[in-house]
């Protein structure tokens, strides 16, 4: 029987581990009351979304009622961009974000942008960091938010926050900062980062996909996104997902426990990963900011490759995701890579490998092997041109 492909997908999402099932294993049946509810079955479900709130806040370094679970990532960020901007909409009606943006957070924005408020769209150096400088050359008497994400999904450059806080704070203008993939893979603190508001995706750190959380600093309001009954104290209607909670506390606790172990093995592996492919592999380019870099991030460019077809041929041995897709009309690289100004005889052929907890030595080998010979397979039947 065909055994499952090497998995290198972990920015994309991660299994749920063992342990986090464990915890939620008695939730799925037995803990099934609804924690509005004063009888037994609500106090022991109200008494796990508690535990869970907690358990997030820890690893943050934040208070318990700084935390309101959502769904996840993408509602999360819609919670504080919409939220954010219609309650201040008095105040002004700009917002500053970033070209590399998750659609999650540039999404929101465009949605208010056809609401009559003006967004201004930073760009990035060649590593895809956003020069804090320039975020203070965008402000105006109309900003009342600045949405820059804590790490990049397809390149893994984390962002200079405290620098980028430094010139908000200056100013008087609020701060929140898309963490959903930096949690679980660096530290993250709202307080060392100076954020009014963070977002974080259960999915990327080993708890289920559908929840999430979002960190409101205290004293700091927004206005519904979902109205409802009075869940997450006003701030988030909905009968709470306690199984996902309950999980996503737990993947939190593990976090807290492990991070160091979990940072120096996907480095290592992500390390050796890269270094295989190019010590096999010529025209070679690697992405994203050299030094401020996630741990498990590797964005590589195969000149003259087509992602997809590279994708394509390694598809039943290795998981990986593109950052280009070939159409009918011709590629279409990813926003990101262009706002990075990857050449696009480089960006055309990107893969995003991302190590996670599971991965292996003996992956990332086989992983080089496949990936080098399917290079050279497709290179020998399309050569790249020459420069
Ligand atoms: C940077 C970033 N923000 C937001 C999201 C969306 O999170 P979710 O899938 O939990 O909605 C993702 C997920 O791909 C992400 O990578």
Redesign the pocket.
């Given at each position: 029987m065909a055994s499952d492909p090497i998995y290198l997908d972990y920015?994309?999402?991660t299994p749920i581990d063992p342990e986090v099932a464990e915890a939620m294993e008695p939730f799925l049946h037995r803990h099934f009351g609804n924690p509005s509810s004063s009888h037994s079955f609500g106090v022991t479900a109200n008494q796990a979304v508690s535990a869970a709130r907690l358990q997030v806040a820890n690893l943050l370094g934040a208070e318990p009622e700084e935390i309101v679970f959502t769904?996840?990532?993408?509602?999360s960020?819609n919670m504080v961009i919409q939220g954010l901007a219609r309650r201040l909409a008095s105040q002004g009606r700009h917002i500053i974000t970033s070209s590399v943006?998750?659609p999650?957070?540039l999404e929101p924005c465009y949605v208010l942008e056809k609401d009559n408020f003006c967004v201004t769209i930073l760009p990035v150096d060649g590593g895809g960091r956003v020069n804090p400088e320039s975020v203070g050359h965008a402000i105006t008497s109309e900003t009342t938010l600045i949405s820059i994400?804590h790490?990049?999904?397809e390149v893994g450059t984390i962002q200079p926050m405290a620098e980028i806080a430094a010139v908000a704070r200056e100013q008087g203008i609020l701060l929140h900062t898309?963490a959903?993939?930096s949690v679980g893979k660096i530290p993250v603190r709202p307080d060392e980062l100076g954020v009014d508001f963070l977002?974080l995706?259960?999915?990327?750190l080993y708890a289920p996909?559908?929840v999430?959380a979002l960190y409101i600093r205290s004293g700091r309001h927004l206005d519904r996104l979902i109205h409802g009954a009075s869940h997450e104290s006003g701030r988030r209607a909905g009968t709470e997902n306690v199984l996902g909670i309950v999980g996503l506390g737990k993947a939190c606790g593990m976090v807290a426990e492990q991070l160091g172990v979990d940072f120096a093995h996907s480095e290592t592996l992500r390390n050796r990963l890269w270094e295989g492919l190019s010590s096999r592999l010529a025209d070679l380019r690697r992405n994203g900011d050299p030094e401020a870099c996630l741990p498990n991030t590797l964005s590589v460019s195969f000149r003259g490759i087509d992602a997809t077809a590279l994708l394509a041929e390694i598809g039943d041995r290795v998981a990986a995701s593109a950052g280009a897709a070939c159409h009918s009309e011709g590629v279409e690289v990813s926003s990101v890579l262009t706002a990075m100004q990857v050449p696009v005889d480089y960006a055309m052929g990107t893969v995003r490998f991302s190590v996670g907890r599971p991965t292996t030595e003996a992956e990332v080998d086989t992983a080089v092997q496949m990936v080098s010979e399917a290079v050279e397979r497709l290179r020998e039947t399309a050569p790249p041109p020459s420069r």
């Open positions: 920015n994309a999402t769904s996840g990532g993408t509602e960020n943006e998750h999650a957070v994400m790490a990049n999904n898309d959903a993939q977002s995706a259960g999915h990327k996909k559908g999430g």
